[in-house]
């Protein structure tokens, strides 16, 4: 069995310093389209960079659904057996959840290290976390994610031949990890609590400011953008969950100040428990007056990431906040997407337009900028001022501001 499921010791660091190569398996199933799946495979490829391997090759297969035991075909899993040993491939990634019995089978046919989509984003998030909060909300979506998995990942004494004196220490020990990692998940939520006390202080000691919180697809542009509003120096890169932890700053426009937050991106198939595990830090969105959702509108899906996002925060209860859509990268969608050949007139014309339809698809004013650049960041400026006067108004009609 590999040592990297020992319990409570999962490493923080993420994947090996040394670049791993991987290959990508993906099923295609009935309501899907192969557009889609290739879609999906260029953000696992994007998180396995961010993670530190390289993909060197992809595996897709049509399927009603995937195979309970091999989650491919076997004559697919064969072709990929093949393939990693031809190539001397370090970790195979899957793009859908597996089950601890389809890792420990998969593992054990491919003799390489088998990763899912869950693993491979707590790994990320693992490799990214700073403060005491990330750490154990990491830990504690890792140890959810982990307990279920355990009889399969102990099926391999249940194989083991001459088994006498075999089975019977198999499911003692295999009870035993199930009462560290329940025990380390109580520890985890009431770690998780006393900090949650903590942020709800700080909160309330901010007084009556009104709260605009940045939200959006993961890597779309947050963080940038938070700097270049707050005159500050959130770390900021390209990379897929740059920003785990919560940042929040004072900012004034003018003479009228506001609390601006910028919290962690979404992303499709986020793990479940994940999001549970985050809950407290995504209090930041809860608890907001405003939502600032950043768009990169230069990413040929960022309609299905507008949809993603959305559908999350529903699911948080925020979906009746004053919304801003800022459709961020503008000067790298120009450049995808705008013949060379354009006069400015035309050009113009065309923003107008995806203006106007984006502004009636989703019901809410936007802007079209680029954070880099700083283009159109003082119209920007103005329709935050805006919202955030009336915002303003509406709390407190009955004292006088003087912006």
Request: proline share 2%.
């Amino acid at each position: 069995m590999s040592d990297h499921w020992q319990i409570g010791k999962q490493k923080k660091s993420g994947l090996k310093k040394e670049t791993e190569r991987a290959v990508l398996v993906g099923v295609v199933m009935r309501e899907q389209t192969l557009e889609q799946i290739n879609e999906y495979l260029d953000e696992m490829e994007f998180l396995a960079k961010t993670a530190g391997a390289v993909t060197v090759k992809r595996f897709v297969q049509k399927m009603d659904r995937p195979s309970s035991k091999y989650f491919v075909g076997k004559g697919k899993l064969e072709e990929i057996a093949d393939y990693v040993d031809q190539y001397e491939i370090d970790l195979v990634i899957f793009d859908d959840d597996l089950t601890g019995k389809q890792t420990s089978i998969l593992e054990e046919k491919l003799r390489v290290k088998i990763i899912d989509r869950s693993s491979l984003i707590l790994d990320i998030f693992a490799s990214r976390a700073q403060t005491s909060q990330a750490k154990a909300q990491v830990e504690l979506a890792q140890m959810q994610y982990l307990l279920p998995r355990l009889r399969g990942l102990w099926d391999h004494l249940e194989r083991q031949k001459g088994g006498i004196g075999m089975r019977g220490p198999g499911e003692m020990e295999i009870e035993t990890d199930r009462r560290i990692v329940r025990e380390k998940i109580t520890l985890l939520r009431n770690r998780l609590k006393k900090i949650d006390l903590q942020n709800q202080t700080q909160r309330k000691n901010r007084g009556a400011l009104i709260r605009v919180a940045l939200v959006g697809y993961t890597n779309v542009g947050k963080s940038t953008l938070m700097n270049l509003l707050s005159k500050s120096e959130v770390f900021a890169e390209n990379k897929l969950f740059a920003t785990l932890d919560t940042t929040v700053r004072k900012v004034v426009f003018e003479r009228m100040p506001f609390l601006l937050s910028d919290t962690v991106g979404f992303i499709r198939k986020l793990p479940h428990h994940l999001v549970e595990s985050f809950k407290s830090t995504l209090d930041e969105v809860r608890e907001s007056d405003i939502l600032i959702h950043v768009v990169d509108v230069s990413h040929a899906q960022h309609e299905d990431h507008i949809n993603t996002v959305n559908k999350t925060l529903k699911s948080l209860g925020v979906e009746d906040r004053p919304v801003l859509m800022v459709f961020n990268k503008f000067d790298l969608y120009r450049e995808k997407y705008f013949d060379l050949y354009l006069d400015d007139e035309t050009k113009d014309e065309i923003k107008s337009e995806l203006e106007r339809t984006y502004r009636n698809n989703y019901d809410c004013d936007n802007v079209f900028m680029s954070a880099k650049t700083k283009e159109n960041y003082l119209l920007l400026r103005e329709k935050m001022r805006e919202l955030i006067e009336k915002e303003y108004d509406r709390r407190y009609p009955h004292q006088r501001k003087f912006w």
